[in-house]
């Protein structure tokens, strides 16, 4: 099992970078965008499997119009592009939250009011707040990946290499020496020394990224942002497992089984999207 993973693993490794090296040519990022909306649309309708199996009735096609819609319009418009201005500091922010928060209220709205004519009323409080927060959870998060690729490919490789490193980091030290629990209730197998383990790889793994791209900041800045992206990550991974242990699943969904679904591929880079964008403007 584990030399299938990691066979499919560098598969889909190899896949990503090859893409990624062909977006770099191309002006705006198509085939990011295009990249980053397949995959919050896959990782959109597995939450929404887990809110059924919860025995809620989340809307499907609704969210995942207003994903392309959203995804396109960055793409139409350059959103993404006002992470391009480094120098600016938290201007880049203000800026893409200031579009962010428009596209969170029209979506909102748009969420609550189908739910309010197109299902019953009676489950409103059940339905509608599954389909808003997977909404939430999986675009708003994602959306920080296309100012991150504005700030250039190097720091979505890094943050990528941090998040998914770290993984398996966790997994091979947790595996051969975990003792302890990190989180008991919502994953029993996770342990505080695989955690540990983790985070050195998160370090090792940014700190490497960053001077293969020649990407800026010394090595007191890859140091913190692998530590606090990697905690990031490593909470994804926790989110993730109490979606699942609240559905009473084990895996997130069929598409790449293998790792036990997508959402279980991207929980940790989603939760450290954020973040990584934070740190890269704020230092």
Known sequence: MVRKRVALGLAVSAAFLLLLWLDAALPGGPIFHILVGLVMIGTLLEVYGLAER????????????????????????????????????????????????????????ALAVAHLLA?????????????IAGFLY????????????????GYVLALVA??????SGAFFV??????????????????????????VASVLSGGIVALLFGLRGGVGFWVVFGLVAGVAAQLGDLVASAMKR??????????????????????????AAPVALWLLVAW
């Open 138 to 153: 999986v675009w708003f998060l994602g959306a920080h990946f296309f100012p991150l690729r504005a700030l250039g490919m």
């Open 162 to 167: 941090v998040a998914k490193l770290g993984d």
């Open 54 to 109: 919860h025995r809620e009735e989340p809307m499907k096609v609704l969210p995942i119009a207003l994903v392309v819609l959203a995804v396109g319009g960055d793409y139409a418009l350059g959103v993404g592009e006002w992470g391009g201005a480094a120098s600016a500091g938290f201007a880049v922010l203000w800026s893409f939250y200031a579009a962010m928060g428009l596209a969170v209220a029209l979506g909102l709205w």
């Open 246 to 271: 609240s559905a009473g699943a084990k895996d997130s969904g069929s598409m790449l089984s293998a790792f036990g679904g997508l959402l279980d591929i991207v929980d940790s880079p989603l939760m």
């Open 119 to 131: 299902r019953d009323p009676h489950r409103w409080l059940q339905d509608a707040p599954a389909t």
């Open 174 to 199: 947790g595996t051969c020496w975990g003792r302890h629990r990190l989180a008991p209730r919502t994953s029993p197998n996770k342990t505080l020394e695989g955690a540990a383990g983790g985070l």
